[in-house]
T-cell receptor, first 119, second 113 residues
Framework: AQTVTQSQPEMSVQEAETVTLSCTYDTSESDYYLFWYKQPPSRQMILVIRQEAYKQQNATENRFSVNFQKAAKSFSLKISDSQLGDAAMYFCAYRSAPDTQGGSEKLVFGKGTKLTVNP | DAGVTQSPTHLIKTRGQQVTLRCSPKSGHDTVSWYQQALGQGPQFIFQYYEEEERQRGNFPDRFSGHQFPNYSSELNVNALLLGDSALYLC????????????FGQGTRLTVV
């Protein structure tokens, strides 16, 4: 079974600074997707960024980028120019690629990292 | 374009009771997944519905059951509630079970007393 580990329960960053959130995962599959979701106090999970394992290039979405190290099974999220609105819980998640033999279409989440942005 | 909507937003139930939570998927989506998020934890997959059938199921007891209607909306039913069932229940929808882009609702906060 796949597992996702987020070793930082809490992180803080100064507004306009850069912060990196860590995530490691365990899987025996070769093709899969990794995600970072943001959960603000409103509770709704919002997709921040997605990485397909077969793509070597790291995904970027505006101020958000990932460092995907497939061999190390590491998937960190970098937030540049942090804004007050970035404060939230951040969850790393894994799912099997579609049509993977024996794969699952469910998302497997880590326990989350609470990000505080200080003005 | 309405996103995923869940009802109710909050509810309180007594141990041993039964509860039904509802989810309307994002317009055009036909697949609904349910997750349980205990306090301080990440969401855990309960089950997924597609074409009105349970397609996949996580490690949850039979007290947790669901249904999907022809209009793709879904219900999550929990029988014989336990204190440990207190959690945020999240619904996610997608266009097809293989689609990796899932949209979440705001959740239903269930408290069992």
């Amino acid at each position: 079974a796949q597992t996702v580990t987020q070793s930082q329960p809490e992180m803080s960053v100064q507004e306009a600074e850069t912060v990196t959130l860590s995530c490691t995962y365990d899987t025996s599959e070769s093709d899969y997707y990794l995600f970072w979701y943001k959960q603000p106090p409103s509770r709704q999970m919002i997709l921040v960024i997605r990485q397909e394992a077969y793509k070597q290039q790291n995904a970027t979405e505006n101020r958000f980028s990932v460092n995907f190290q497939k061999a190390a099974k590491s998937f960190s999220l970098k937030i540049s120019d942090s804004q007050l609105g970035d404060a939230a819980m951040y969850f790393c998640a894994y799912r099997s690629a579609p049509d993977t033999q024996g794969g699952s279409e469910k998302l497997v989440f880590g326990k989350g990292t609470k990000l505080t942005v200080n003005p | 374009d309405a996103g995923v909507t869940q009802s109710p937003t909050h509810l309180i139930k007594t141990r041993g009771q039964q509860v039904t939570l509802r989810c309307s998927p994002k317009s055009g989506h036909d697949t609904v997944s349910w997750y349980q998020q205990a306090l301080g934890q990440g969401p855990q997959f309960i089950f997924q519905y597609y074409e009105e059938e349970e397609r996949q199921r996580g490690n949850f007891p039979d007290r947790f059951s669901g249904h999907q209607f022809p209009n793709y909306s879904s219900e999550l039913n929990v029988n014989a509630l336990l204190l440990g069932d207190s959690a945020l229940y999240l619904c996610a929808s997608s266009l097809g079970p293989g689609n990796t882009e899932a949209f979440f609702g705001q959740g239903t906060r269930l408290t069992v007393v």
